[in-house]
C-alpha cells in the first residue's frame, strides 16, 4: 500500500548512527536534583535511600539491555559502559538516549516507595541523558577513573561542608568560606580535628559510589535470595524438542560493588567488561 501525500515529511528526519568499532558510554543526570533532593528532605551528605533507589533504576537497565557490561553511579548520576560490538537499536544515538534515559527515570519513580515509605513523591523528577563515543579500553579506564576520583572529590567536600553546619553551627555561607581554597589535606584535618572523623573509616559506598558488574553464576542458582542486589539473567534456551541448549554466554547475576575501579585490580578480576 502506497503512503498518504503527507508522508513526505519522513525525510525531514536526520540519521544518527554512532560509529561502528567504538566503545559506547551512556551517562544520566539527575535534573534540578539539588531542588528535588531539598523538597523531598534527602539526608545531608548521603541519603543511602536515594543512592540504592538510583542503584535499583541502574539495575534494571543492566537487566532489560545485556549490552551493558559496567556502570557506575554517585550522586544524581550513573554511568553506563556498553560492549564494543553492541548494535542495540542499529545505534542509532536518539533511540538509545532517550530509551535508556525514560526507562531508568520510570524506575525510579516506580521503585520511589521502595526506598521512601514515608516520603511522597510531590513532584516528578527528571533526568537528562548523553552518549559519549570511546575509540579504546584506556578510554574507557580513564573515564571511570575521572567519575569515581570525582566521586571522591566531592564526598570530601560534602561531608566537610555538612559537619561545619551540622555539628559546626555555621551557615551554609560561612561553611562554603571556611572551605574556599582548601585542598584534601586541609578538609580530612577539619573533619578529624574539629569533629573526630576519619574521612577513611565512612563507608565505602559514599567515597567509592556503586559499581554493578555481571557475575557469573550456575543455572539453578537462586535467584529470588536478595532481589535488591543481585538480578539473574537466564543463560538458558529452550530448543523445538523442548530440550534446553546452553548459550554461549553463561547465565550471570548482577553484583553492586563499592571498590576502587582505578588501579588495575578491578580490570584484571573482570577482563571481559573491555571485550568486544
Excluded at 553492541?86 to 526507562?103: E, F, G, P, Y
Aim: charged share 25%.
Amino acid at each position: 500500500m502506497s503512503g498518504s501525500k503527507y508522508e513526505y515529511v519522513k525525510r525531514y528526519e536526520l540519521p544518527d548512527p554512532l560509529m561502528l568499532g567504538t566503545y559506547m558510554v551512556f551517562r544520566l543526570d539527575g535534573h534540578s536534583f539539588h531542588r528535588f533532593s531539598d523538597v523531598h528532605k534527602f539526608t545531608k551528605p548521603n541519603d543511602p535511600r536515594a543512592l540504592e533507589l538510583m542503584d535499583c533504576a541502574a539495575q534494571a537497565l543492566m537487566k532489560e539491555y545485556g549490552d551493558i557490561v559496567l556502570a557506575f553511579g554517585e550522586s544524581d548520576e550513573y554511568s553506563f559502559l556498553l560492549r564494543k560490538s553492541t548494535s542495540l537499536h542499529n545505534r542509532r544515538q536518539a533511540k538509545i538516549v532517550s530509551t535508556l534515559t525514560s526507562l531508568f527515570t520510570s524506575n525510579y519513580v516506580f521503585h520511589w516507595s521502595k526506598f521512601f515509605p514515608d516520603v511522597a513523591l510531590e513532584y516528578p523528577p527528571s533526568f537528562d541523558g548523553r552518549i559519549v563515543l570511546y575509540p579504546s579500553a584506556k578510554e574507557i579506564r580513564d573515564y571511570f577513573a575521572w567519575r569515581q576520583t570525582d566521586t571522591h572529590i566531592n564526598n570530601l567536600y560534602n561531608t566537610t561542608f555538612w559537619a561545619l553546619v551540622q555539628q559546626g553551627g555555621q551557615t551554609t555561607t560561612e561553611a562554603h568560606a571556611t572551605l574556599r581554597g582548601t585542598v584534601s589535606k586541609d578538609k580530612n584535618e577539619i573533619l578529624f580535628s574539629r569533629f573526630g572523623i576519619n574521612y577513611s573509616t565512612i563507608p565505602p559506598r559514599y567515597r567509592k559510589g556503586s559499581v554493578i558488574v555481571r557475575e557469573k553464576t550456575e543455572p539453578d542458582t537462586d535467584v529470588h535470595t536478595n532481589e535488591q542486589q543481585s538480578t539473574q539473567e537466564s543463560g538458558l534456551t529452550q530448543t523445538r524438542s523442548g530440550d534446553q541448549k546452553e548459550l554461549k554466554n553463561p547465565p550471570t547475576k548482577l553484583e553492586i560493588l563499592h571498590c576502587d575501579i582505578i588501579k588495575d585490580d578491578f580490570w584484571n578480576e573482570y577482563p571481559k567488561i573491555l571485550e568486544e
